[in-house]
């Protein structure tokens, strides 16, 4: 019994201390290179810390692309202004034992001039932290949802 206990004891006490050795200024860091790479139109510095398994999903249902089909997406237009985000909020949650994190941030987009939009950014810690899922949703008030739902259920609405 007693070496099932102590067994026990150190696993929960490794695990702890992975958890506490996590740090939210290291994914920050990442994060914020992420976004810096887009706005000074580094093509290499939006892609550095992006695993070659990661997945981007868009605003629209159709939008799932992997790295290489997302990266010409962005070699397209990173030197228009369409990637210029501002970042209102950003908060960092470390999950998998602090070997992964979830970035959800609120950013303004001109792109979409009355609609904020969340992102939601999953690094994992593989030989330092590495994209592995990005998402970016809309955000619509409850107030205008009657009124979209009105629009798109029209009977002159697009099917």
Not at 93 to 97: D, I, K, N, R, Y
């Given at each position: 019994m007693k070496p099932i206990f102590f067994a026990l004891c150190l696993l929960a006490t490794t695990y702890n201390i992975k958890a506490q050795s996590f740090k939210a200024a290291?994914?920050?860091a990442v994060d914020k290179q992420f976004d810096e790479g887009f706005l000074k139109k580094d093509i290499n510095a939006v892609f550095r810390n992006v695993a070659n398994s990661a997945v981007f999903y868009g605003t629209d249902p159709t939008d799932v692309?992997?790295?290489a089909v997302f990266r010409k997406r962005v070699e397209k237009d990173i030197n228009t202004n369409k990637?210029?985000?501002t970042t209102v909020s950003r908060t960092i949650?470390?999950?998998?034992?602090g070997n992964a994190a979830v970035v959800i941030k609120q950013v303004?987009?001109?792109y979409f001039t009355k609609v904020p939009l969340r992102e939601?950014?999953?690094y994992e810690k593989d030989n330092g932290w590495k994209l592995k899922s990005f998402s970016i949703t809309l955000l619509l008030p409850d107030n205008i949802v009657p009124q979209l739902n009105q629009l798109?259920?029209?009977p002159t609405a697009k099917k």
């Open positions: 290291e994914v920050e692309w992997p790295v990637y210029n985000l949650t470390p999950v998998a034992g303004n987009w001109p939601v950014i999953v798109v259920n029209s």
